[in-house]
């Protein structure tokens, strides 16, 4: 699994390219100091995964977010300090958030979650995120028709921040069965991200006429 590593630290890349060398199975192919050459870089080595700093010269991480958004997936990477940046990162397109100040073995699995897929959330941060992230707008949303009542299960437990794993075990289905129906969520929304998904999820709960969960099997 090809990694972009863009932090404007060089020694916050060193350290971050030494973690990451620790595992076999991910390579990193080449680190930018700020968001525009993080663009150009990730265009021309076609990374897996980008972890991405936030606060930057020349470009941010946010723009930088949207300018890759749909081509590769970004994983911020930051220290928190700021949640308009990371608020404004999520709508940008990131798959995921993890701290500076996470373990190593942490940041490896975030990137290997990345790569399959999966949305990334330190647990440090994943109430304060879904808190500010997926508030409810009431009235601003509507599910699909087409959604089956699997599906709106599925959606359920991403509103609810749990993982592929959490998913099937608490459905009784297998991972890739699951991942199948988190495909075809996104798709009926026209979203890419469970993130996105999660949000639409809780804006429609609080639209009126709407009563429970984003899963309630009894509406329409």
């Known amino acids: 699994m090809k990694v972009l590593i863009v932090d404007d630290h060089a020694t916050v890349r060193m350290g971050i390219r030494l973690v990451l060398q620790a595992a076999e199975d991910l390579e990193v192919v080449g680190e930018a100091a700020d968001g525009r050459s993080a663009i150009s870089m990730a265009r021309a080595l076609s990374p897996d995964v980008i972890l991405m700093d936030l606060r930057m010269p020349v470009l941010d991480g946010i723009e930088a977010t949207k300018a890759l958004h749909g081509s590769c997936r970004v994983v911020v990477l930051t220290t928190f300090d700021d949640d308009q940046y990371l608020f404004g990162a999520l709508q940008a397109g990131a798959h995921g958030f993890l701290l500076k100040s996470a373990e190593p073995q942490a940041i490896i699995m975030g990137v290997r979650a990345a790569g399959r897929g999966e949305s990334v959330l330190d647990p440090q941060v994943t ?78 709960t609080s639209s009126p006429g709407r009563t429970g969960g984003p899963a309630d099997p009894g509406t329409p």
């Open 127 to 204: 109430a304060r995120i879904l808190a500010r992230a997926l508030a409810p707008e009431p009235g601003t949303a509507k599910l699909p028709d087409g959604l089956t009542g699997r599906e709106r299960e599925v959606l359920d437990g991403l509103a609810e921040g749990l993982s592929n794993p959490q998913l099937a075990q608490r459905l009784g289905i297998g991972q890739s069965t699951v991942k199948t129906h988190v495909s075809q969520v996104l798709a009926k929304l026209g979203v890419s991200t469970r993130l996105q998904a999660a949000k639409i999820a809780y804006a429609a």
